[in-house]
């Protein structure tokens, strides 16, 4: 006979907020808890608080059952060092996406298998069976990495609450805290990108505490829980008068004093850039080589950050529990987010977005009917197993004079309902506010959306079109638009669809059906590659070649604009075969689906007047890349570039080859309109490549990288960047900020340009809320540089979780360039409440000892006075009832099943102080694991 054994653990967070620390204790396993004692920082009293033990978290357990022992030899962002930042948290990053892989599979009654360690995107993408959205889970890493590898390349390295320097406990807490709540707050909205800026920053913040404070000196074996928690009691901080260190120099073994290790006292080491004798008497320092306090005695330091750090002996140690801790970290997103969230935020889907901005004025009716029939045949598709279910559903409305609105699901029911709620009405006069529904669009669309617009008229609001610029090259999306209308102004979207490799399609309304297929295309392709895409502004006949290697299928030629003939001749040389499959034309728009042939090709397009040329293919075989800029903080080198590179200057590209373990990179270039400029092409291992452009060419480009299939083989692949690399002689840079704003509160966000040409500078910000902002609008510039501020306020009702994202464009006098800054930001009210909620098992069933026709149960009550709202099974299966208004919970699961988790959330409304406006909800995350044992 056997029973079920339920043990849980759980927190009230705060606003808009999901679960601080979830605590799963196996049966057998010790709780010892943290007195809950006043905390502070190294500026106030000493704390009386003594830390007896460490919590075990849900993050730890897993780390336990996952990790094996690792050999981590940085806390650095260098390139050279093989395990750094960067390094500890991809491999976080890689366990915890298994983990959830492996728990969807089952509880999906599919069958699982771990990938071989050390684990890489491809080989977690394979085993969460996600190869067709490998690219994009190959960005969404890296862009994680990207900022978390800026916090110390930023005016923020010097920030000590950021990296826990000088005794800064509790700001590095709160930064922590306060970043996960946001995190939380953007997956439950469903605002993937600006959670991920968010868990890049406070990852590396979190890192930070295990290699400068003495946490691991201290004997410590797992990771500190309480910084994970706003009003968590991170342990006892040693008092600013309290001496902590003594002299050493170089790598320094027990420098810190007796009585602090004995004591179980915290402290970390002070910094200081510029030399000076500020560090209080007595502490020790970081001992960095940039750290100007090591030579103040006492001299040396505790930093764990390399091996030859000044405590290198126990970098690795350090370095462990830093992914230990990450993993803890995000064990903790993923309970409050659900498995499904989670791994959307990681970008471990499968399916491509499916992006739509419609203009729903009067004359749309007939649009919009043939987008509800498209999405119908897509979901239908993907049903039949033709192709992957889009990975999110995406609609945009605009509509003059209202602002424009985004839906946002993962249910193909619910986006079909909202579609099917579209009514067409009002509008009358001729142009609309479409650049403010693609801005709209892409801040809300996953980065490399293809974005679909329909529209029968112009540009209304034409000065959002740096803005909508800006963004395109910032997220990499392509935008294709759809105009039924005649006579319409199509300047800017010329310009918008050529930057981002898109098409303008120019058809009749009563033809938008046969238009429908270059959506088709989009959403069924699982790997587009760009194979080739040229534009020409004047009617010539031309030849192109582009290559088809044996990794692409399914090539498609688009070709836009009235052109006389289009042509093709094989790698044979023949030009009569019959090479292609098939080929329509609707419109302006003519689509041609090749023949599968290995080799160089010829296309001949005959015409006399513009037309748009671009070639596509589905293949595994692709790159990633970013532009590489100079960092802005005073550890110098470079970080990658949110806005355009500086032309004339050197650049480097950090180029990723994906999809195939054989391919490598023979030759990038940079396709300008004057010609082509190599770069310098070194390899770095792990099909990861720097290529050196010197300088960078003026105006725009493309990126094209050539290549062999195979080691030593003959077969050659190009693959060209759909979007266009712009530069710019201006640089625009906006101070690192924490990200967050408060309802009712204002943000300032200081800028800077620089350039070497003096004059005038236009300005212009813009937010895809519509939330108030103040700015210059005209800059003259005298010098090299000069600075201004945007202040952006937030509405006292703005929602809590509700993600704003601000571009400023800067234009010089004669509008010959352009250049940007994007920051995003989430509405984010105070934490005022940690209550703690009050969970205790009800009652248990028992298991007989053949498990295969029985099923065992288990009832807890969840309470905190205000009720459960909603409940679900984050491991295993089973059924669980909670019916409304109850705090009773029960999961009836078969007895094979080893264990269960449940994950209960808690809603509480509270009133505001000030406006009387309701409050956002405060969300509470239970979690209760049941064994039967």
Known sequence: ?????????????????????????????????????????????TQSAKRTGSRMTL??????????????????????????????????????????CRSVAESNGKAFTFPTKPYT???????????????????????????????????????????????MFNAGRDIIAAGLTAVKANNKKGNVETAKQQLG??????????????????????????LLNGNGNVGTVAALSQATCRNCIGQCTNNILNNIIKDKILTSGYYTVAPDTSKPAGKCSNGSPMDASRTVSPTGGINKDTPVSSHGHLHEEAANMAISATVQLLQDIRAASGDENFLRMIG??????????????????????????????????????????????????????????????????????KLAQLVASGGGDRDENSLTGLEVALTGAPPGSDIFMFTDAGAKDKSK??????????????????????????????????????QLLSVPVSDLGKAADLVFDSSSASSMVTLLDETRESGKSENFTFMMDETTKDVMIYVTGPV?????????GDKTGDVVDTSSIVGNFRRIHLKEEVGEWEMRVKSNFPYTAKIVGDSPLDFIYDIMGPAQGPLGGTVAQTNRPKAGEKANVELTLIGSETATVTEVLLLTPNGTVEGKVTSLGNKEYSVEFDPMPAGESRLLVKGKTGQGSSKTFQRLSPAKIMTSSISVIAEESSGLIEPGASVKMPFTISSPKKGAYTIKASNNKGFPMTFPTRLEMVGSSIGGEVVLSAPSLAQSGSEVTVTISVEDEGKTEMNYAISSFTVQRKVTDFTKPVCEKISQTS???SCSSSTWEVKVRVTDGEGLVTTSLALGNGTMTHLPGSDTVTCVTSCCTKEVEIVAVDSVANDSSGDGAKKSPNYLEVLVLCTPV
């Open 1 to 45: 006979m056997s029973h079920c054994g339920c043990v849980s653990m759980f927190f009230i967070i705060n606003f808009t907020h999901l679960l601080h620390n979830l605590q799963i204790l196996h049966p057998g396993d010790t709780f010892t808890p943290i007195d809950k004692e006043s905390t502070r920082d190294s500026t106030n009293s």
């Open 59 to 100: 993050g730890f357990i897993v780390l336990s059952l996952l990790l094996l022992p690792t050999a981590v030899t940085a806390f650095r962002v260098d390139r050279e060092i093989t395990y750094n930042h960067q390094e500890i948290t991809k491999r976080a990053i890689f366990e915890v996406t298994v983990e959830v």
């Open 121 to 167: 995107v491809e080989s977690v993408a394979a085993a969460c069976d996600i190869m067709d959205g490998l690219k994009a889970f190959h960005e969404s890493v890296k862009s994680i990495l990207n900022v978390n590898i800026k916090l110390d390349k930023s005016g923020q390295f010097e920030s000590s609450g950021h990296h826990f320097h000088n005794e």
């Open 201 to 226: 920053k406070i990852t590396h913040t979190l890192q930070d505490f295990y290699s400068n404070s003495n946490w691991i000196e201290l004997g410590m074996t797992s990771p500190n829980a309480e």
């Open 348 to 417: 471990a889907t499968s399916g491509k977005p499916l992006v739509f901005a419609i203009d729903t004025t009067a004359s749309m009716t007939q649009d919009i009917k043939a987008v509800q029939v498209m999405t119908d045949t897509i979901i239908s598709n993907s049903k039949a197993g033709l192709q992957a279910e889009p990975s999110v559903y995406v609609l945009v409305t605009f509509h003059d004079p209202d602002p424009a609105t985004i839906f946002k699901t993962t249910d193909s029911k619910a986006f079909t309902d």
């Open 465 to 502: 079109k740096d803005s909508v610029m800006a963004l395109l090259e910032q997220t990499k999306s392509t935008v294709n638009i759809v105009l039924t209308g005649n006579f319409v102004d199509v300047t800017e979207y010329k310009a918008i669809t050529q930057a981002s490799g898109g």
């Open 564 to 572: 006389t003939s289009v042509e093709f001749v094989d790698p044979s």
């Open 847 to 849: 298991c007989p000892e």
